[in-house]
């Protein structure tokens, strides 16, 4: 496993020869930078999360999402045969919500949402997901969420003998390590940088082996998928769509 301290040994390495950071710069910084980078720029198989159960809180038009949510890759209502929801566009959300019509509390419109910054001082809050209707009792677990976490940042711990480490598979950590000494150098004052900065220094490595072997070995870890769903037997309804027999999104009008 990759340690904070292992990781800035590499950046200290780095700006060994001859290069270092413009003032106020961190290496802890330029590691977390990386960090972000290399979870965003492949969609790596380690970032799937187990699936965790989400509540849903009477009178709150919204459900919490993981602190370390990147993005949904799978749903599914814990009692699907008698609860449903359909994910769909922050305008469509906002007609139903201006909507007068009743509707069941069994069924949900959804999507997803990022909170304003409290204080410029404070980081964001998490994403979270906006519904409709507003649940009227709350159902906790209801909803199962699957998805691709986000990189966190890794920060040193004083005192308390904790140390931060990396969340990668040991087949990433090299093609990691990489874009850590990529960020270093691009970053760094140099006399000359013929490498053309960061995203030279990039090029370089994801057209290298040490890359490749790794997003093959990520790839390998599930590499069948079983049968394309969303096809023409299941096109009467769209593919962001679960419904249930028991589970109708509108009320009888009598």
Avoid: C
Avoid at 131 to 160: C, H, M, N
Avoid at 206 to 233: C, E, K
Avoid at 236 to 244: M, V
């Amino acid at each position: 496993m990759l340690t904070l301290t292992e990781i800035k040994k590499h950046t200290d390495f780095e700006l060994g020869g001859g290069t270092s950071l413009p003032g106020g710069i961190t290496t802890e910084s330029v590691i977390n930078h990386a960090g972000r980078a290399f979870y965003n720029i492949h969609p790596w198989n380690f970032r799937y999360r187990p699936p965790v159960a989400l509540d849903l809180i009477a009178d709150q038009a919204y459900i919490e999402l993981p602190v370390d949510f990147g993005e949904k890759v799978g749903y599914q209502m814990t009692q699907g045969l008698n609860f449903g929801i359909t994910f769909t566009t922050p305008q469509d959300v906002a007609n139903h919500r201006a909507t007068t019509v009743t509707v069941s509390q069994n069924y949900y419109w959804a999507t997803i949402s990022f909170p304003s910054q409290i204080a410029s001082t404070e980081a964001p809050p998490p994403p979270r997901i906006e519904i409709w209707p507003t649940p009227a009792a709350s159902k906790l677990g209801i909803f199962t969420l699957w998805y691709r976490s986000r990189w966190v940042d890794l920060e040193s711990q004083v005192g308390d003998g904790a140390e931060d480490v990396a969340n990668l598979p040991d087949y990433a950590e090299a093609a990691f390590l990489q874009f850590v000494r990529a960020f270093t150098a691009g970053w760094g004052e140099r006399l000359t940088q013929p490498q053309g900065g960061v995203e030279g220094i990039l090029g370089l490595v994801m057209n290298g082996f040490i890359w490749q072997a790794a997003i093959t070995t990520d790839g390998l870890v599930q590499s069948d998928y079983g049968v394309q769903l969303g096809g023409a037997i299941q096109g009467s309804y769209p593919f962001s769509t679960w419904r249930s027999a028991s589970a109708s999104p509108i009320a009888d009008p009598t």
